[in-house]
């Protein structure tokens, strides 16, 4: 299977812990992004690479959070002391470079439950 | 960035064709209208997108006419497995895209 994958599927923790998520996108995309999704609404956008660059982060993004792609290929998210507002689900997403374009193709997504 | 505004709930019958129109009134010159669909607990999917009048793929259509300040996204003899919400996004480059709660589409049998 050559879609976007996500690591794990599902993670439960304990308010204050901190967490990573990884993401594999589809190995010849190089824009890379995050959501976080909560239910009954649309993805919510967090952050967005072009190959390692990290070229825009949502300004609703607390400073708890952090995203790497160190190689232009796989990228992880972490979430530090994490509050039971985090609890969502974490969707990443890879895209070409096609200007104009807005098709992206979306992983199956973490889902995070804070205790 | 333009936002979008869509019913948030449509209810249609296996076998019929479901409409569901979207306004986009900001639109952008540059702006692509692109529509997407979701399972309960799975990523969204890509369905359709386009700039101007008419799309069509194996799966739906979509209509633009030509203020570009609306779309309808038509999915053509529906069945059960098309329950999903359905989300309407306009968007000039890959990414800052506003996505808002879409629209829940319940086929009935």
């Known amino acids: 299977d050559t879609g976007v994958s996500q690591d794990p599927r599902h993670k439960i923790t304990k308010r204050g812990q901190n967490v990573t998520f990884r993401c594999d996108p589809i190995?010849?995309?190089?824009?890379l992004y995050w959501y976080r999704q909560t239910l009954g609404q649309g993805p919510e956008f967090l952050t967005y690479?072009?190959?390692?660059?990290?070229?825009?982060k949502s300004r609703l993004l607390s400073d708890r959070f952090s995203a790497e792609r160190p190689k232009g290929s796989f990228s992880t998210l972490e979430i530090q002391r994490t509050e039971q507002g985090d609890s969502a689900m974490y969707l990443c997403?890879?895209?070409?470079?096609?200007?104009?374009?807005?098709?992206?193709?979306f992983g199956p997504g973490t889902r995070l439950t804070v205790l | 960035l333009a936002k979008t505004t869509q019913p948030i709930s449509m209810d249609s019958y296996e076998g019929q064709e479901v409409n569901i129109t979207c306004s986009h009134n900001?639109?952008?010159?540059?702006?692509?209208i692109t529509w997407y669909q979701q399972f309960p607990s799975q990523g969204p999917r890509f369905i359709i997108q386009?700039?101007?009048?008419?799309v069509t793929n194996e799966v739906a259509s979509l209509f633009i006419p030509a203020d570009r300040k609306s779309s309808t996204l038509s999915l053509p003899r529906v069945s059960l497995s098309d329950t999903a919400v359905y989300y309407c996004?306009?968007?000039?480059?890959?990414?800052?895209?506003?996505w808002g709660a879409g629209t829940k589409l319940i086929i009935k049998p």
């Open positions: 190995s010849e995309h190089n824009r």
């Open positions: 996004l306009v968007g000039g480059s890959n990414y800052q895209l506003i």
């Open positions: 900001n639109i952008a010159t540059n702006d692509y």
């Open positions: 386009g700039y101007k009048t008419k």
């Open positions: 997403a890879s895209s070409p470079v096609q200007t104009g374009k807005g098709e992206q193709f």
């Open positions: 690479f072009q190959n390692e660059a990290q070229l825009e």
